[in-house]
């Protein structure tokens, strides 16, 4: 083992550790970073995952919004446990994610990403005029006296968020992977080669769409308390795709680092700033300095800077 | 039969701002393939813009309108000069994401200096309603609908007969050969995201009087203008004037027809632009240019 593969395994683990841990600490605080933290993790490996695929997604927040609404109805009015209302909303999240693919059929860039935007915004026009099952706008609590407090939800979202890298790593190393990213530098170009690319749209969607959902239900047990607004937030969408893009697209660990930079920054700012305008400002600063000044994020800023001491003399980013 | 004449002139009113809406997001898409989220913000813009000029100076927000309009078109200029020129060819995902910073930058600096409070600029037009026998026309809408109209014809106009307007249609329908017959492209796209910002912010300062602003108005009615284009056929033309009255006189229809209607109203235009997407991505008229491979 090289030495620098190692140093990586062993930062990992200890990632992995420490974020074990934080559950039993118990501190609220620590708790609520925690979750905030690892959902975006979620999310943001989970949108990286479409666009791995060239699937420009800006309707995160509808997989979101499924999957706190199936967790809730499911907790609500059939009793589910924890454990038991997360896979109704995965298998919610990923049923919406293949349905999606199927019917954008071959949709590609802009155009897709506006079907799902499109998506988002109609789940939330049918949330709000459906009060029978959400509440409409006042919204739905938790049954209180099924929540299990503050530790279990915590592991629940640290042992979800490694789960998901665990499943995106896992799927890096198969066909699949190579299949999706040639879907991504030309869909044409990858049809010759003899990949149909509906199955690996619909595949790819439904685990990206489990995974969103799966961090919109576990937000559900954190917060205990939805309605259609907050569950088909576009600002859901904005940080799947900003945390990908900060830390370094297409890579195994820039959504990490993007999420774990965005939560800190916007903590930051609220406590220093106060209102919430500030660090949704800051956010959009973020967005646009990446796009032009950093395109491969974080990961990408390391990696030409790892080349050069190097010596190898190329700047380009290489992709993961 | 009064009723559906009703129903037709309200659809119709609200279809004017919408195809002058779409209109902006039309031709800055149509010539420089860039989809703009931060659309709405120039409306967003432009509706501040007339309130302040209201509550300020006691001018009436149509007053404002040519000023709003000069404004809009230099504010987009820059913004096409500054930023959206360096991503002409990046990947989709990256113009995406830069719109998209830009709308949530502009947004929260709106929340940031003005609060997030909802407020209206009254016009001299506010209050007047025409009746004729059973039918009302608001005043204000009428007014909106006018100047809509006015300008999607001066827009028009200008591309079809200006020496610039007929190196914009060059530039859409083939940026390289127009760069070959020495059109300076990067000058008319600046230009086109100008005019299109423009429209934007006129949309905005006529809403200031027509319903209530805040700073995150923009945004659903960029969604809505997508639904406009996508129905029309991007590059017709036509297609989006025809566009923003089918979607206008839909959301009227749905308002009043189905109980509670109001609300599913605000869906129409997504149901309309998911269906256009999948079932026929030309759009009605199925004149749109094909997207070229850049």
Known sequence: MRPATLAKALAGAGVTGALLVLPFVGSPLVNDWTVRICSLIILAVSWNLALNAG???LGHSAFWGLGS???LLSANDLG???????VIAMLAGSLAGSGLAAVTGSLRGIFFAIATLAFS?????????TPQFTGGAEGLYLNPTLRPGSTPVTLGVVLGALACLAVSYALSLTRFNIACRAMRSSEETSKMFGINPLPYRVGCLAIAGAMASLAGGLNLWHGGFLDPLVAFDLHVTVLAQIAPIVGGIYTLTGPVVGAVLIVVLSEVTRIWLGASGYSQLILGVLLVVCVLAMPAGLIGLWRNYAQKRAGSGSLEAGHG | MGIY???????????????????GISLSYGVIRVINFAHGEFIMLGAYAAFWAVTL???DPLLMLPAIIVGGGLFGYALQRLFIQRILNAPHVNQILLTFGFSL???????ILWTGDLRSAPSVVSYSVTELGPLMVPHSRLVAFTVAVVLV???LAWLKWSELGRATRAVAQNHRAALLMGINIHLIYAICFGISASLGAAAGSLMSFLVTISPWMGFPLVVKSFAVVALGGLGSVLGTIVGGFVLGLSETAVSFFIPGGSGWAEGVSFVFLIAILVFRPRGIFGLAVEEDAR
């Open chain 2, 105 to 111: 930058i502009l947004q929260n600096i709106a929340a």
């Open chain 2, 153 to 155: 014809i001066g827009m």
């Open chain 2, 5 to 23: 004449l009703q129903l037709l002139i309200d659809g119709i009113l609200l279809g004017g701002l919408y195809t002058l809406v779409a209109t």
């Open chain 1, 121 to 129: 915004e109609i789940l939330r026009v049918v949330a709000l005029m």
């Open chain 1, 69 to 71: 609404y199936a967790a």
């Open chain 1, 55 to 57: 699937l420009i997604s």
């Open chain 1, 80 to 86: 589910a446990t924890l454990p038991v209302s997360l």
């Open chain 2, 57 to 59: 100076s006691g001018l």
